[in-house]
């Protein structure tokens, strides 16, 4: 039987999947409505820390993709605020980081090539291995680890830069491997993972930055969208657009402090126009979407967005508060017994791990999510 190829496993919405952001229900409906959100985070945590295999890893059941789905599943933990020295699930990061530690292959990937779920999707698990093992790096005090961690950081770093084409994106796997073939989502999730290197204190070239940033302005659409993949020679359409890559390029552009960047403001339009005044809830298949989306609007917070867009009324601003108060009723109904979230295709851990983190962004735990 065909394996499920690891981009129609944890982004099935790049078409156009959307989360309601107008409630449904009359404003004393809803006021009704006591969402206790330390109770789900705790319920959600715990079934993590009881799904964690006894070597360290996370997967999706079978065995299946699991560097995203540990180190997905570690940033959740983080963002509780244990440390690899201490909190609540301070055993459980030491045993994710050490399983990373001996996965790590001598030419800076991150993962295991051999894993046939992840042989042909291997850079998707770099880059969120990257930017987990970054964060634990920046909060590590012992002078021990903090040494070792450095060490395979650096080289998954300089491996992101060997793997990145020409054009400036990656593809599902380097350069070399894959022909030159780039698209938006792994470019993402490089960027992402590179930017939490630097935040860290880990010297990150920035050629490999700047010409990834260029790719993603190149991939935009007259519209403001983000296009999947800009082939040789292509121009970006509009039509192409891809909502949640766009709202992934507008977290990545606020993760490096890029607010008023002509290209992050036309995304924003963009987002705000499919996916935040949108008026369906999709084919359900929305995880990746709101992953990336709750961080953008998190950090536009009630009042940036009209900071940026100063001639918009500010009925019409795209505000945390609104979007927070539907996303959070979201998860609130959707939760399981065991204190999971199942959005299909790659089972719970996934879905579960991108539920704790939008659930967990006002904590302020992890630097890369700061406003």
Request: a positive charge; glycine letters at 12%; one cysteine or more.
């Amino acid at each position: 039987m065909l394996l499920v190829r690891l981009r129609y496993a944890i982004l099935p919405a790049l078409a156009v999947c959307v989360l309601h952001v107008v409630p449904t229900q009359p404003a004393q409906a809803q006021d009704k409505k006591k969402i206790n959100v330390d109770d789900m985070v705790d319920k959600g945590l715990d079934f993590l820390k009881r799904s964690q295999n006894p070597d360290g890893h996370w997967d999706a059941g079978g065995g299946t993709y699991p560097t995203v789905m540990t180190a997905l599943a570690g940033m959740a933990l983080l963002m509780e605020g244990s440390t690899l020295r201490e909190g609540k699930y301070s055993d459980n990061l030491v045993k994710a980081v050490d399983w990373f530690l001996t996965r790590s292959q001598s030419n800076g990937l991150l993962g295991n090539p051999q894993n046939p779920t992840e042989s042909s999707r291997y850079i998707y698990g770099h880059g969120f291995g990257l930017m987990f093992l970054s964060c634990v790096y920046g909060e590590e005090e012992d002078d021990k680890r903090r040494k070792k961690l450095e060490a395979i950081i650096k080289k998954a770093v300089e491996f992101s830069g060997k793997a990145q084409t020409k054009q400036g994106g990656w593809g599902y796997v380097s350069a070399a491997d894959g022909g030159g073939f780039d698209e938006g989502s792994t470019t993402i999730t490089q960027l992402q993972g590179l930017r939490a290197a630097r935040n860290a204190g880990i010297v990150v070239p920035k050629s490999i930055i700047d010409n990834s940033t260029e790719y993603l302005r190149k991939c935009t659409t007259p519209r403001g969208g983000v296009i999947y993949n800009l082939g040789q020679g292509q121009i970006a359409t509009s039509g192409q657009e891809r909502p949640p890559i766009t709202a992934a390029a507008v977290a990545c552009a606020f993760s490096s402090g890029q607010y008023d960047d002509k290209y992050a403001k036309m995304w924003i339009k963009f987002c705000k126009e499919s996916i935040y005044g949108a008026g369906g809830r999709g084919s359900g298949h929305d995880e990746y979407q709101s992953y990336y989306f709750a961080q953008a609007v998190f950090v536009l917070g009630d009042d940036r967005y009209g900071k940026l867009f100063p001639e918009e009324k500010k009925e019409n601003w795209m505000m945390w508060s609104k979007y927070r108060e539907v996303i959070f009723e979201h998860y609130r109904t959707t939760q399981a017994s065991d204190g999971s979230w199942n959005g299909g295709y790659t089972g719970s851990i996934l879905s579960t791990a991108f539920a704790l983190t939008i659930l967990q962004l006002e904590k302020g735990m992890v630097p890369l999510y700061h406003r």
